[in-house]
């Protein structure tokens, strides 16, 4: 499978007008694809549709969430992004996390692998045209049918962590996104994707891997080491990312911070993030090394890998520099040639 570079959109700082001529400079520069995230700033969807009618990219949600949309509405929403790019777009979902379910849109986090499979059984139908009637676990659905469903088929790529929703990916998805790994985490995760696509019938060959990459483009500093220690902090105290990281063997190394955080003490569960899990987990560094940290990636099985950019840079048109200044030195058509052997 062709590797691709993409851009993870809404880029911070930039308001949504401003993505077209953004969109359109990075796809000269090379980037292929655009996938949205949504978590308490812009829907997932508004972006990929500025996006697609200013390029030919193709664009994904990286995520759609099961929970805050109903099954129906779900379909609605892929069904006009598919009219935006006929062909180009990719339904990425995903069950998000305890805070935004239940905290902030009042829903109920509960059998999240079930639910992700379940809707996308629905949605294979209702964006097929069906007409559908469906009793499921965790949600029913009686006599829906789009009006104006995609003339295309619209991938349905599955977002996962652990084994479950892995599995779930290889058995019912054409692609899976990981995110907050390592590259040398990629490998433990696809296995898991593939063997249950085979033993589903399917070619495990087939599922597309695809990964959003956190990239710190700021300078060595103690401030902006204190800022990805935060981030890392914020993130990893998450229920299903803490259950992640400890799947992915990193309990003993951030049980410290995890207790820190739990005695209530934040500072020092800032403190007590190690400086390999950081290294691990977030690239950063010079534009050489950050090229080469996502190249790794990429070798690890990443087929896709979205950038996602951040600068602890507070001032706003400094702000915007430094992310156009990284968006265009990370480009595909700016990186080196590979060494052909001779």
């Given amino acids: 499978m062709i590797k691709r570079l993409a851009l993870s959109v809404p880029l911070d700082g930039f308001p949504l007008a401003e993505h077209a001529a953004i969109a359109r400079e990075a796809e000269r520069l090379g980037?292929?694809?655009?996938?949205?995230?949504?978590?308490?700033?812009?829907?997932?969807?508004?972006?990929?549709?500025?996006?697609?009618?200013?390029?030919?990219?193709?664009?994904?949600?990286?995520?759609?969430?099961?929970?805050t949309r109903g099954?129906?509405?779900?379909?609605?929403?892929?069904?006009?992004?598919a009219e935006v790019a006929p062909g180009r777009f990719c339904l990425g979902i995903g069950s998000g996390s305890q805070p935004i379910v239940e905290s902030w849109n009042g829903g109920v986090f509960s059998r999240p692998a079930t639910r992700v499979r379940e809707t996308a059984q629905f949605l294979r139908r209702a964006l097929g045209g069906e007409r559908v009637v469906f009793r499921g676990k965790t949600f029913s659905v009686d006599g829906f049918r789009l009006s104006r469903p995609p003339e295309h088929p619209i991938p349905i790529y599955v977002a996962a962590l652990r084994p479950g929703m892995l599995r779930v990916a290889g058995e019912v998805g054409d692609g899976v996104i990981v995110n907050w790994l390592s590259a040398d985490d990629v490998p433990k995760s696809i296995a898991v994707c593939r063997e249950a696509a085979g033993k589903a019938?399917?070619?495990?060959?087939?599922?597309e891997i695809t990964a959003r990459l956190l990239i710190?483009?700021?300078?060595p500093s103690p401030q902006?080491?204190?800022?990805?220690?935060?981030?890392?902090?914020?993130?990893?105290?998450v229920p299903v990312y803490r259950a992640f990281q400890e799947w992915l063997g990193r309990g003993e190394a951030l049980g410290p911070m995890w207790n820190a955080w739990q005695s209530g003490d934040r500072k020092a569960a800032v403190t007590a993030v190690p400086e390999k899990v950081m290294n691990d987990l977030i690239i950063r560094g010079t534009m050489d090394t950050i090229r080469a940290h996502v190249q790794r990636y990429l070798d690890?099985?990443?087929?896709?890998?979205?950038?996602?950019?951040?600068?602890?840079?507070?001032?706003?048109?400094?702000?915007r520099a430094?992310?156009?200044?990284?968006?265009?030195?990370?480009?595909?058509?700016?990186?080196p040639?590979?060494?052909?052997?001779?």
């Avoid at 099954?71 to 992004?81: D, E, K, V, Y």
């Avoid at 019938?201 to 599922?207: H, S």
């Avoid at 896709?304 to 400094?318: G, H, N």
């Fill in 31 to 67: 980037y292929v694809d655009a996938w949205s995230l949504e978590a308490d700033g812009i829907d997932c969807f508004a972006p990929l549709a500025v996006v697609g009618a200013a390029t030919s990219m193709r664009l994904g949600t990286a995520i759609a969430n099961v929970f």
């Fill in 71 to 81: 099954p129906a509405t779900l379909a609605m929403c892929a069904a006009g992004i």
């Fill in 201 to 207: 019938g399917r070619d495990p060959a087939a599922l």
């Fill in 216 to 219: 710190n483009v700021d300078p």
């Fill in 224 to 237: 902006s080491e204190l800022a990805v220690r935060r981030h890392l902090t914020a993130y990893l105290n």
């Fill in 300 to 319: 690890a099985g990443v087929d896709t890998a979205f950038l996602a950019l951040s600068t602890l840079e507070q001032d706003p048109a400094r702000r």
């Fill in 322 to 335: 430094i992310q156009l200044d990284a968006l265009r030195a990370l480009a595909p058509a700016t990186r």
């Fill in 337 to 342: 040639a590979p060494t052909r052997p001779r």
